[in-house]
């Protein structure tokens, strides 16, 4: 018997440090780890302690034997990763402590948004003795897309809220919540205060849709979505209308199929979820039979995960289909080879249809959105799809953040291993650091995010004991 990791991985790594006999892949010192959909146990090498399950933040981790059924598909997932052998040390290998030059003064850190990267920057700041942070926060209510993003339905997922609960109550750690930084506090004034400042800032914009008729009312972005249902736009807060049988959602990532789930899943079903009360109400009514996914690659080229796509096959009430001329030519893979084996829709499920090879063209109406032609990406011919309500789904974008270089091509923070610096001489900003999505754009899962903090704070504290953080002027109120 072992252990097995389920759909809910954040890939923060905690399982990894906790297991005695190094059976959990890729490690994060591994080049794959940062690909990775999830990690994966080694049947054959675990010794079945436990240890991981207690570590894991979202509680991924289950013995096989407690495998729901809908979980089984991991069993094999988890046992395939490990198939091609690859020599490991007995221990996975752990990042070398920080070693901190004393200047004489304890070192003060302003952290800007408390989502997880953030967080994870001020936990890693933290284990500097006698270092203090201070957290900036916009919103009312703390970590970002762990309550902003993360489907209401995810619960095990949303559970990383825990750990960053310890994180936040750290005796060396303030919250300040409703501050936001740039309006209600400056740059400056922070680093009068601080040795140095953090932005972890994320990425709350999207990137648009830019084909003709994209400005119509019924086209509504997937960040709009996603705040509706997570309860971020107040009570009356949707343009969604879900009067229509069919919703058409172009781009087919992880995002696009959280909301395609939410919006054809049994609104019974979500009732015990972290849903918004009123968006609940609004899928109560909602006509919508066919939500169709839209991607303008191949199979093979899905931008969903494995453990998403495994986790919306066993959404019950909710049939997925594929067209079978679209799967034809596509390698075998994972994702492919688990929609090839998809069964018939039952009786009155209702439906998502993920398309293939169909890049986006023109949205199509006169005062509001009646249908979206698509082109073959690759041949010719194209398709349309009449419908009142079309989602681009393609990504988040990150937002200028003021007194901060942009490079608005990427939608980031300019920066040097996390240091952020000028895009045009790359000389860095005195003390002034970016983390998670406002560093690297819109990828990555929530643990992904816990490496490239704990990078950052290594180089600015390459920076301190370089004696480039100076003396503060001011202490801070
Ligand atoms: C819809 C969606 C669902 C997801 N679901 C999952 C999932 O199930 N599992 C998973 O592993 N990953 C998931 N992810 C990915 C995960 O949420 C991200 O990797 C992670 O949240 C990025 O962390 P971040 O800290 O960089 O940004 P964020 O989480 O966006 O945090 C940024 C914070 O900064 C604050 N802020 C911004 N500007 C300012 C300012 N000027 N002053 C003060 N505060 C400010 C914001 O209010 C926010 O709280 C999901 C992402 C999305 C978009
Ligand atoms: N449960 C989870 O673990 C979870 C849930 C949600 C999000 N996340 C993570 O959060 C990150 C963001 O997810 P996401 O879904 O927003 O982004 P994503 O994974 O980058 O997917 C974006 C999708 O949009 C498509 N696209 C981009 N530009 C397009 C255009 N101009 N026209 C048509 N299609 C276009 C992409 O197609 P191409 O591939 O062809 O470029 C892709 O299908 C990901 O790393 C994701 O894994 C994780």
């Known amino acids: 018997m072992a252990h097995v990791v389920t759909q809910s991985c954040v890939g923060d790594g905690s399982c990894v440090y906790a297991c005695p006999v190094n059976c959990i892949q890729p490690t994060p010192d591994d080049p794959r780890f940062e690909l990775a959909e999830m990690l994966h146990i080694d049947p054959a090498a675990c010794v079945d302690c436990g240890a991981c399950v207690t570590a894991c933040p979202v509680d991924a981790i289950k013995p096989h034997a407690r495998l729901a059924p809908e979980e089984r598909a991991f069993e094999a997932i988890n046992a395939a990763f490990h198939r091609e052998a690859r020599p490991r040390p007995l221990l996975a290998p ?40 201070s957290v900036y926060e916009r919103q009312d ?12 339905d995810h619960r095990r997922t949303r559970r990383v809220s825990r750990q960053l609960d310890t994180i936040r109550r750290h ?12 309006r209600d506090v400056t740059h400056d004034q922070l680093t009068d205060t601080h040795h140095a400042v953090i932005y972890g800032v994320g990425a709350a ?31 009356d807060g949707t343009r969604l209308n879900l009067s229509g049988r069919r919703v058409v959602i172009v781009g087919n990532g992880n995002v696009a199929l959280d909301i395609a789930r939410i919006l054809a899943m049994d609104p019974e079903a979500l009732a ?13 009514a909602s006509a919508v039979e066919e939500v169709v996914v839209v991607g303008r690659r191949g199979p093979e080229r899905s931008a ?9 096959t066993a959404t019950p009430g909710v049939a997925v289909q594929v067209v079978s001329e679209e799967l034809a030519g596509a390698p075998s893979g994972p994702k492919v080879d688990l929609l090839r084996g998809l069964g018939a829709p039952a009786d009155g499920a209702r439906r998502i249809v993920l398309r293939y090879g169909l890049t986006p063209e023109r949205v199509l109406g006169a005062a509001e959105v009646e249908g979206i032609a698509f082109r073959r990406t690759a041949g010719d011919g194209g398709e349309t ?16 953040v003021p007194a901060l270089p942009y490079d608005p091509v990427r939608g980031i923070v300019p920066n040097d291993e996390g240091r952020v610096v000028d895009p045009v001489t790359g000389a860095p900003m005195p003390r002034t650091y970016v983390v998670g999505w406002a560093k690297r754009g819109p990828t990555g899962f929530i643990g992904t995010n816990k490496g490239c903090s704990q990078d950052t704070v290594a180089a600015l504290v390459d920076d301190h004991n370089a004696g480039l953080l100076g003396v503060m002027r001011h202490r801070a109120a």
């Open 94 to 133: 752990v990042r070398p402590r920080l070693l901190v030059r004393d200047h004489g003064e304890d070192l003060r850190v302003a952290v800007v948004g408390s989502g997880p990267a953030a967080l994870y920057a001020a936990e890693e700041v933290l284990t500097i003795p006698g270092a203090t942070v």
């Open 141 to 152: 209510r703390p970590y970002g897309l762990v309550h902003a993003g993360v489907a209401p």
């Open 171 to 182: 005796p060396r750690l303030t919250l300040h919540l409703g501050v936001e930084v740039g």
């Open 205 to 235: 914009s999207d990137r648009r849709l830019e084909i003709p008729g994209a400005d119509l009312p019924g086209v509504v972005p997937a960040t709009e979505a996603v705040a509706w249902y997570n309860g971020a736009l107040g009570s």
């Open 272 to 284: 015990g979820s972290d849903i918004a009360p009123a968006a609940l109400d609004v899928l109560r």
């Open 304 to 312: 969903f995960t494995l453990p998403e796509i495994v986790g919306l």
């Open 385 to 400: 799809f009449a419908t009142g309500l079309v989602v681009p789904s393609i990504g988040y974008r990150g937002e200028p």
